[in-house]
């Protein structure tokens, strides 16, 4: 899958999140356990952006480093969402789901940098196919 599917199945992932989070805060329940939802390495996406399929010069790109920032920074701010759930402070929970809330911030920063990042493949890999083609 190129880089620019996976960084897109990744934006679809993470904003399944918030509908799952948002539907345990409505009944109360928690199914998932806060320390595992806060690491960032479990998920389909931390084991794609941590793994070794990425390639090299990517990784040095700005919106990579600053994704994998914020996706360590969403996985935390899950966490306390699913802590405050099993807890029982739903509350509290939603206030972090919240449009001022911190979950959503940082949701909305990871994705808005995942579409920039996502972006920056498509034009690079144009510019690369455009410089191929005039070689030709």
């Given at each position: ?38 690491k ?53 929970a ?43």
């Amino acid at each position: 899958m190129s880089l620019e599917k996976e960084i897109a199945k990744a934006i679809r992932s993470h904003e399944r999140w918030k509908v799952k989070l948002s539907a345990s805060i409505e009944n109360g329940t928690v199914s998932a356990d806060a320390f595992d939802v806060g690491k960032d390495d479990i998920c389909d996406f931390g084991r794609w952006l941590y793994g070794s399929t990425i390639p090299k010069d990517e990784r040095y790109d700005p919106n990579y480093i600053i994704v994998r920032f914020l996706h360590s920074k969403f996985h935390e701010c899950a966490g306390k969402v699913v802590y405050l759930l099993s807890e029982g402070r739903k509350a509290e929970a939603g206030a972090l789901l919240a449009s001022d809330g911190e979950y959503t911030k940082t949701s909305d920063q990871l994705v808005a940098t995942m579409m920039e990042w996502k972006d920056s493949v498509h034009r690079t890999r144009g510019a690369t196919l455009s410089h191929h083609n005039k070689t030709l």
